[in-house]
């Protein structure tokens, strides 16, 4: 099961200055840079399966909760 791990004072600082920027990059639409944000992490996880399945037993991935699909 997932367990999130609560981020330090520098990460968040860190992720604060990377939204800031990634805001700016879009013109200051926020949703333009969510949008944007999401499609790299689809772009991520899609790369992540990929390497999954070109070399079993590296990466061990686990569906679960109420997100996961069958």
Do not use: C, F, W
Request: glycine share 8%.
């Amino acid at each position: 099961m997932y367990k999130e791990i609560p981020l330090t004072v520098a990460e968040e600082v860190e992720l604060q200055h990377a939204a800031e920027k990634l805001i700016a990059l879009h013109g200051g639409d926020i949703l333009k840079a969510l949008k944007a944000a999401m499609r790299h992490n689809g772009y991520l996880e899609g790369q992540i399966e990929q390497i999954a399945e070109a070399v079993p037993g590296l990466i061990k991935i686990h569906y679960d909760g109420p997100m996961a699909s069958n």
